[in-house]
C-alpha cells in the first residue's frame, strides 16, 4: 500500500511550505513514484487533461515521450505550437478525457495534474463520470502502467460508492 503522502500529493504539499505548485516539483513527485512503484520504464506519457502541457513539457526535456489530450481546442493548439517552438517531443489532441482514443502504440503510464478533477457536476450522486475516465485512460496506457492523479485539492472528489473496475483489451 502507498504511503499517505506519496499517493496524495495535496498532503506532501501541506507539509512541506518550502513546496509549491510549480509543474516541476509535481513532475519529480511522478518520477519518485515511477523509480519505487513502476514495473518498466515510463518513456511515453499520456497527460490528460494537458492544456497547455506543461508537465508534458518538462518530461520531453527529460527525454519523455508525450501525447497529451484536452476537450479544448485553444490548449490543444497552443501545446502542439509549444512543442514545435521548443523542439518538444509531444503530440495533444482535442479529446473528451471520458472517452477517447488516439493513434500510435500505449503509453507506459499517465498523468492528470490538473487544478480540478474532471467530472461533471451533474453526475456527483454517482460514479460513473469517475468510473469512464478511469477506464478511458485505463484502457489507453500500456498493460501494468500507472496512473497518477492530483486533482489540485486538499480534499478528494467525492466517491459515492465503492466500484471495482475491470476491462480486459480486445
Same mark, same amino acid.
Given at each position: 500500500?502507498?504511503?499517505?503522502?506519496?499517493?496524495?500529493?495535496?498532503?506532501?504539499?501541506? *507539509?512541506?511550505?518550502?513546496?509549491? *505548485?510549480?509543474?516541476?516539483?509535481?513532475?519529480?513527485?511522478?518520477? $519518485?513514484?515511477?523509480?519505487?512503484? =513502476?514495473?518498466?520504464?515510463?518513456?511515453?506519457?499520456?497527460?490528460?487533461?494537458?492544456?497547455?502541457?506543461?508537465?508534458?513539457?518538462?518530461?520531453?526535456?527529460?527525454?519523455?515521450?508525450?501525447?497529451?489530450?484536452?476537450?479544448?481546442?485553444?490548449?490543444?493548439?497552443?501545446? *502542439?505550437?509549444?512543442?514545435?517552438?521548443?523542439?518538444?517531443?509531444?503530440?495533444?489532441?482535442?479529446?473528451?478525457?471520458?472517452?477517447?482514443?488516439?493513434?500510435?502504440?500505449?503509453?507506459?503510464? =499517465?498523468?492528470?495534474? =490538473?487544478?480540478?478533477?474532471?467530472?461533471?457536476?451533474?453526475? $456527483?450522486?454517482? *460514479?460513473?463520470?469517475?468510473?469512464?475516465?478511469?477506464?478511458?485512460?485505463?484502457?489507453?496506457?500500456?498493460?501494468?502502467?500507472?496512473?497518477?492523479?492530483?486533482?489540485?485539492?486538499?480534499?478528494?472528489?467525492?466517491?459515492?460508492?465503492?466500484?471495482?473496475?475491470?476491462?480486459?483489451?480486445?
Amino acid at each position: 500500500m502507498f504511503d499517505v503522502p506519496e499517493i496524495w500529493y495535496g498532503v506532501e504539499r501541506l *507539509n512541506h511550505p518550502d513546496y509549491d *505548485n510549480r509543474p516541476w516539483h509535481e513532475v519529480e513527485f511522478c518520477r $519518485r513514484l515511477w523509480d519505487k512503484y =513502476a514495473d518498466f520504464p515510463m518513456e511515453y506519457i499520456l497527460e490528460a487533461c494537458c492544456g497547455i502541457c506543461p508537465h508534458g513539457s518538462i518530461l520531453s526535456r527529460r527525454g519523455i515521450s508525450v501525447v497529451g489530450v484536452d476537450a479544448s481546442q485553444g490548449m490543444v493548439d497552443a501545446a *502542439n505550437a509549444r512543442a514545435e517552438i521548443q523542439d518538444l517531443e509531444i503530440r495533444a489532441y482535442r479529446r473528451d478525457v471520458f472517452r477517447f482514443s488516439i493513434p500510435g502504440s500505449s503509453p507506459d503510464g =499517465a498523468i492528470l495534474l =490538473a487544478s480540478t478533477f474532471p467530472v461533471p457536476h451533474q453526475s $456527483r450522486t454517482d *460514479n460513473s463520470a469517475l468510473i469512464s475516465q478511469l477506464k478511458s485512460v485505463g484502457y489507453y496506457i500500456r498493460k501494468g502502467g500507472l496512473y497518477m492523479i492530483d486533482c489540485g485539492s486538499p480534499a478528494p472528489p467525492d466517491i459515492v460508492r465503492d466500484e471495482i473496475v475491470s476491462q480486459t483489451r480486445e
